[in-house]
């Protein structure tokens, strides 16, 4: 079993569509990052939270902490959000890392 | 351009060789973090340094070491490698010790093939 679990795997969505991407984790942490991964390869880090919510333009992030769950949102999306989307978690004990096995997200304009 | 600079971008080498990846963090940034991407395994946590000194350690192979150097440029030394070790190799860099104060910032991966 992953200590991270992301849903869903796959999503296409319409151009303005709101999107919700979803992270449960099972392990004790310190932060949890929203990362964005580019057909190209290249990786950017959204958010890192350790509790409640954050904002950058279109994206919002999600944590509760009592539930273990965190979610990424993206309103009215574009085509130039297509990416994969990983959920990633550092332990609480500082030595460990866990990465949910991403969410490929197409819009289509 | 992130700010962090990982040489080579592309290696191709055969198996029983060994490598090195180059990462210099981003200006200012005093940590240093090692990630495999494969294909099968997604992306997998490596080694932690900061300010020259191990800090974390994850799934990596006895076969790979890596260090951080005064300068605090890191090298991720790949040895015997095996067809399996073909991957995108990231490196980050922080501020902080613990990403808990702080976000980070990717390189753009060195694509290792092993033929």
Same mark, same amino acid.
């Given at each position: =079993?992953?200590?991270?679990? %992301? ?11 709101? *999107? ?10 310190? @932060?949890?990052? +929203?990362? #964005? ?16 919510? =954050? ?40 030595? #460990? ?13 | ?7 080579? =971008?592309?290696? *191709?080498?055969?198996?029983? #060789? ?15 973090? +090692?990630? %495999?991407?494969?294909?099968? #395994?997604?992306? %997998?946590?490596? *080694? ?7 800090? @974390? =350690? ?7 070491? @890596? %260090? ?48």
């Amino acid at each position: =079993k992953n200590e991270v679990e %992301q849903s869903p795997q796959n999503l296409t969505a319409q151009e303005g569509e709101f *999107i919700t991407i979803n992270c449960s984790y099972s392990v004790g942490i310190s @932060a949890l990052h +929203w990362l #964005q991964q580019h057909p190209g390869g290249g990786i950017v880090s959204l958010f890192m939270l350790s509790s409640g919510k =954050k904002k950058h333009g279109r994206l919002i992030a999600t944590i509760n902490i009592q539930e273990k769950h965190s979610s990424l949102h993206i309103t009215a999306s574009h085509p130039r959000d297509s990416a994969v989307y990983i959920c990633a978690v550092r332990s609480d004990t500082g030595n #460990q890392f866990y990465f949910g096995t991403g969410t490929s997200l197409t819009v289509i304009p | 351009d992130s700010g962090v600079t990982q040489t080579p =971008k592309h290696l *191709i080498t055969a198996t029983g #060789q060994r490598v090195t990846l180059r990462c210099s963090p981003r200006s200012g940034d005093l940590s240093v973090y +090692w990630y %495999q991407q494969s294909l099968d #395994q997604g992306l %997998q946590f490596l *080694i932690q340094y900061y300010n020259g000194e191990e800090r @974390a =350690k994850g799934n990596i192979l006895e076969r790979f070491s @890596a %260090q951080q150097f005064p300068d605090l440029h890191s090298e991720l030394n790949l040895s015997s490698l095996e067809l399996g070790d073909s991957a995108l190799y990231f490196c980050a860099s922080s501020v902080a010790e613990h990403l808990a104060f702080g976000g980070y910032t990717f390189g753009s991966g060195t694509r290792l093939t092993v033929v």
